[in-house]
T-cell receptor, first 114, second 115 residues
Framework: AQSVTQLGSHVSVSEGALVLLRCNYS??????LFWYVQYPNQGLQLLLK??????LVKGINGFEAEFKKSETSFHLTKPSAHMSDAAEYFC????????????FGTGTLLAVQP | DTGVSQDPRHKITKRGQNVTFRCDPI?????LYWYRQTLGQGPEFLTY????????KSRLLSDRFSAERPKGSFSTLEIQRTEQGDSAMYLC?????????????FGPGTRLTVT
């Protein structure tokens, strides 16, 4: 079975500071990993994904994440936070197979202080 | 691409009433998913369609829930005899049937409030 743990339900950073959102996964097969962002009262937007190949993946809006198999982690980072980054972020895993259904973490709410 | 659309965006209903939600996936996406998201939680998988065939249902999908995807295009999710515990955001997602089948694109969701 697959699962995702997001450490820190709330993270607050200052504008211009480093953003680090943590995600650890559990999977019995090679995982596909995703980060999604959700703004209030909206659906989820795909930020970035890891399937195979390069372990450092770049996404939209300056975000990137590194797949570390030995640590079963897929942390999301951004060098410099913008006010517009304030949102909820979800890490998700799928093991592929017939459905590719996503298993989500509980989310991290990012606040950006001026 | 016009994206995944869902209708209505908000629904308020009284306990015991039936409700139906609609999802229009990205055209030519043959894979369609429904998820439910409650406050403070991540989305949870409800059901999956490949074309018109419903291939997987979560245990979360009680007998009061039914989903269809006639002709493999839009999908509907019906909840009968709604309960207060059904209050949630219902999200629809679609993905292509090719090598990018793992990329799911989400709609804006339908927020259901049961009073």
């Amino acid at each position: 079975a697959q699962s995702v743990t997001q450490l820190g339900s709330h993270v607050s950073v200052s504008e211009g500071a480093l953003v680090l959102l943590r995600c650890n996964y559990s999977s019995s097969v090679p995982p596909y990993l995703f980060w999604y962002v959700q703004y209030p009262n909206q659906g989820l937007q795909l930020l970035l994904k890891y399937t195979t190949g390069a372990t450092l993946v770049k996404g939209i809006n300056g975000f990137e994440a590194e797949f570390k198999k030995s640590e079963t982690s897929f942390h999301l980072t951004k060098p410099s936070a913008h006010m517009s980054d304030a949102a909820e972020y979800f890490c998700a895993v799928t093991a592929g197979g017939a459905t590719n259904k996503l298993i989500f973490g509980t989310g991290t709410l990012l606040a950006v202080q001026p | 691409d016009t994206g995944v659309s869902q209708d209505p965006r908000h629904k308020i209903t009284k306990r015991g009433q039936n409700v139906t939600f609609r999802c229009d996936p990205i055209s030519e996406h043959n894979r369609l998913y429904w998820y439910r998201q409650t406050l403070g939680q991540g989305p949870e998988f409800l059901t999956y369609f490949q074309n018109e065939a419903q291939l997987e249902k979560s245990r979360l999908l009680s007998d009061r829930f039914s989903a269809e995807r006639p002709k493999g295009s839009f999908s509907t999710l019906e909840i009968q005899r709604t309960e207060q515990g059904d209050s949630a955001m219902y999200l629809c997602a679609s993905s292509p049937g090719d090598f990018r089948s793992y990329e799911q694109y989400f709609g804006p969701g339908t927020r259901l409030t049961v009073t």
